[in-house]
């Protein structure tokens, strides 16, 4: 069975400080690893990545996978307050993903 | 902006009772897809098509089919609505690159099952 966990469910930190937000998985037929991020509303797509150790970049976000140990990081540098989400993973394979539950971000001010 | 609107966006129905949701797309996307959402479960695949009059099952697929009889359409129907099927439902199409699939989402429909 398909899976993809994500570590840690939630987390609290301060304007400015640096995060890393963990995912693993384990798909069959794997192609590629998905980054998503989720206010009050549906997912928006932020980094699909299907090499490993090739570094993805996005203003202050970045995200790259390890293909041989079956995961992937996401950093997000120098938090907003607007960074606060929902951030999912998502892990393709014969055209469907498979999500993880979420990592919840809470920027305080 | 994926093109992507979903219908209705809010629903309240009563247990039993049958229940339709719509995707429309119009980027002319082979791979159209329907989730649904709960708290602590993520996001979960329910069914999902390829194509005109192709469409194959997901990992929570009982108590839903779908039918796609247009590129542009991607009907969702639960058959005898239950309060377990209280949810959000995303739906989503697949715009294909060289090398996989990047999935963009529909804004989402909220039903409740009274």
């Known amino acids: 069975e398909d899976k993809v966990v994500q570590s840690p469910l939630s987390l609290v930190v301060h304007e400015g400080d640096t995060v890393t937000l963990n995912c693993s998985y384990e798909?069959?037929?794997?192609?590629?690893l998905l980054w998503y991020k989720q206010e009050k509303k549906a997912p928006t797509f932020l980094f699909m990545l299907t090499s490993s150790g090739i570094e993805k970049k996005s203003g202050r976000l970045s995200s790259i996978l390890d293909k041989k140990e079956l995961f992937s990081i996401l950093n997000i540098t120098a938090t907003q307050t607007g960074d606060s989400a929902i951030y999912l993973c998502?892990?393709?394979?014969?055209?469907?993903?498979?999500f993880g539950t979420g990592t919840r971000l809470t920027i305080i001010p | 902006d994926a093109g992507i609107t979903q219908s209705p966006r809010h629903k309240v129905t009563e247990t039993g009772t049958p229940v339709t949701l719509r995707c429309h797309q119009t980027?002319?996307?082979?791979?159209m897809y329907w989730y649904r959402q709960d708290p602590g479960h993520g996001l979960r695949l329910i069914h999902y098509s390829y194509g005109v009059k192709d469409t194959d099952k997901g990992e929570v697929s009982d108590g839903y089919s779908v039918s796609r009889s247009k590129t542009e359409d991607f009907l969702l129907t639960l058959e005898s609505a239950t309060s377990s099927q209280t949810s959000v439902y995303f739906c989503a199409i697949a715009r294909q690159g060289i090398s996989s699939y990047e999935q963009y989402f529909g804004p989402g429909t909220r039903l409740t099952v009274t």
């Open positions: 980027e002319n996307h082979r791979y």
């Open positions: 798909v069959t037929n794997f192609r590629s």
């Open positions: 998502a892990a393709e394979g014969n055209e469907k993903l498979t």
